[in-house]
Every structure is written in structure tokens, then in C-alpha cells.
């Protein structure tokens, strides 16, 4: 396993981030722990996950698998780099989502709860407060750090022009501020290339995509179509945008195997040859999906490979950040 600086901090965690989502809705708590046991034997110390996961309201049902598991002692808790997120609503009450001091710090407390632990090594908000200032949102995060329940504090989903007016208002407090940003990226959604990357990279936070294979459009979807196997990309949005783009993806597919790889490990090495990118989500339902992944961290793309690619998958307007991407 690689490991790398969580943006400017001194924190070291794997390439890979091990994804939680499914942890409850698709995979059962027994295979949960197992999926999670097995990530650590490979070396992937960075787990994610959101006090909203599970999808019941208020439960919070995933973070209590991870506290269930890290229960279990053998040092899991000391080994595992935590995320989770506060925003959400987990209540039908007024307070019961956003970004209030009340609610970030009630939340707090309950995902520690939950995850039967002292502390949150990443506490990531999950999405940008429209009507919360960010003095309120900073002094919360600060009290969090001082009782050493919380050590650093990331953002999801956050537009560029967030994350600079986050970072100036905790400089002029003295504060670390944010040291990660989670947002959706990958060859089919490069949008962050835009402002969100530039950003990141001018105040050092760390960048962890989610949907790197694009709901499984890049996991080979017209070949687990063919077989009959592909649930994930048979309906819905899934099922639109894999016919929008059922050329490129055919050539991708091909791409891959002429590689002598699996597509999921292209689109996931494709990722971590971006600049600023810290770790990939990826978020295994059984334990052959997560030993495949990590085929991802031998493969290395040459520029040939890198160029093919974007044709197949173009960037917004010129490429790279703004304003040359859309301006002279």
C-alpha cells in the first residue's frame, strides 16, 4: 500500500479510501466487519463514512457497524484514519440538519456514540450552509478541536469559492481550518477541474474523490450488461447516461483490456495520477470487489494513455482550471 499527506497536514493515509456506504443498506454487518478486517490487511487505513449512511432517519446505521466493529478491539480504531460528516438531516425537527453550532456539535457527539470512539480524525462537513456565517460554523469546529474530540475538519461538495472563504475566515482566527475536500470527480464528472482542484491545491487540502467509476459506468458496464450482471447500470440515471456515452465507454472498455486491466482499475488509476488527488473512495459490496481494487495502485499510466483518455472522456471546454479553460 502507498500513503500520502492528507493535503498539508502531517497525517499519513493510504491512496485508497475504503468507502462505507453500502455498510448496512446492501452489505450485511458480519460482511461489513469482514470487508473492513480485510482492508486493513492490505494496508488501506482510511475509512469513510457519514452519521446519514444507513438511510433511516436519525440512526445513523452505518457509523454503528463501524462502532460495532471497532468494538471489537485489535487495535482496528488505533489503525483506521476515520471520516465521517455532519450536515444531513437526522431529524424532523428545525435543528435537526445543518451546519449550526448546535447541530454540528449535538452530531458530534452522537457519531462518536455511535462509533464508540474518543474522537473523529477527519470531520468533514457534507455540505456548504447557505445561512450559517462562518464565524458560527468555525467556533463549533474549534470547541470540537479543543475537547479533542475532533482533529481535523474537511469539506463535501463545497463549490471553489467556498473552500477560499472558508480558509480566509479561519486564518483570520488563527485556525487550521479545512485540510480535505470530498467531491464527485472522475473521467465522465471533471467539472472540479475547474475551480474546486485549483482551490484546493492554492490552500493545500487534500482531495478525495467520490463516484470514481460513475455509479459503475466505468467498472465495465457493457460487458457486465452483456453477462447479465450489471444491476447498478440497468435503470434510471445509471441507465441514461451509459447510453449517452456508450461509444467512449465501448473504447474504454477496449482501452482496458488492451491495458491488461480491469476498467475499474483505469478509471481508479486515472484519478490518482491527477494532480492534488489523495485517495479515491472506493466502496466495495463484498470482499472479491475489494481485493480488485487494488490492482490500481500497480498500474501506472504513461502519457500516451493519459492523452487517450481524454479524448474518450473530453474536460470542461479547454481543459484544466479557469478562467483559461473557458476564456483566451
Not at 482496528?76 to 445543518?98: F, H, I
Not at 478541536?145 to 461538495?157: I, R, T
Amino acid at each position: 500500500m502507498e500513503y500520502t499527506n492528507l493535503g498539508r497536514t502531517g497525517l499519513l493515509v493510504s491512496r485508497l479510501c475504503l468507502g462505507t456506504m453500502n455498510f448496512g443498506p446492501k452489505t450485511t454487518e458480519p460482511d461489513s466487519f469482514a470487508i473492513m478486517d480485510r482492508a486493513l490487511e492490505h494496508g488501506i487505513n482510511f475509512f469513510d463514512t457519514a452519521n446519514v449512511y444507513g438511510w433511516k432517519l436519525g440512526e445513523g446505521v452505518t457509523e454503528g457497524i463501524l462502532g460495532n466493529w471497532f468494538a471489537q478491539g485489535g487495535g482496528r480504531r488505533e489503525k483506521v484514519v476515520l471520516a465521517t460528516k455532519v450536515y444531513g438531516r437526522m431529524s424532523d425537527w428545525p435543528n435537526g440538519q445543518g451546519l449550526s453550532a448546535r447541530h454540528i456539535i449535538t452530531e458530534c457527539n452522537a457519531s462518536l456514540k455511535r462509533l464508540q470512539t474518543d474522537y473523529i480524525d477527519l470531520y468533514q462537513m457534507h455540505h456548504i450552509s447557505r445561512t450559517t456565517p462562518w464565524e458560527e460554523i468555525w467556533q463549533a469546529m474549534e470547541v470540537l478541536v479543543a475537547q479533542g474530540k475532533v482533529l481535523y475538519v474537511g469539506s463535501s461538495n463545497f463549490a471553489g469559492w467556498h473552500i477560499a472563504a472558508a480558509q480566509e475566515s479561519a486564518k483570520a482566527r488563527h485556525f487550521l481550518g479545512l485540510v480535505a475536500e470530498q467531491c464527485i470527480y472522475n473521467l465522465m464528472a471533471r467539472t472540479v477541474e475547474l475551480e474546486v482542484l485549483p482551490a484546493a491545491r492554492q490552500y493545500g487540502l487534500g482531495v478525495i474523490p467520490w463516484s470514481p467509476l460513475h455509479g459503475g459506468l466505468l467498472s465495465g458496464a457493457l460487458a457486465k450488461l452483456a453477462a447479465g450482471s450489471a444491476a447498478r447500470t440497468a435503470e434510471g440515471r445509471a441507465a441514461d447516461d451509459l447510453e449517452k456515452n456508450r461509444s467512449s465507454l465501448e473504447a474504454f472498455e477496449k482501452l482496458a483490456a488492451e491495458l491488461g486491466t480491469d476498467p475499474s482499475n483505469l478509471a481508479l488509476a486515472w484519478l490518482l495520477a491527477q494532480d492534488g488527488v489523495t485517495a479515491p473512495i472506493i466502496g466495495p459490496r463484498t470482499i472479491e470487489q475489494l481485493d480488485s481494487t487494488l490492482g490500481t495502485l500497480e498500474l501506472t499510466l504513461d502519457q500516451a494513455t493519459l492523452d487517450r483518455l481524454d479524448e474518450l472522456f473530453p474536460p470542461v471546454g479547454k481543459g484544466g482550471a479557469g478562467p483559461e479553460a473557458w476564456a483566451w
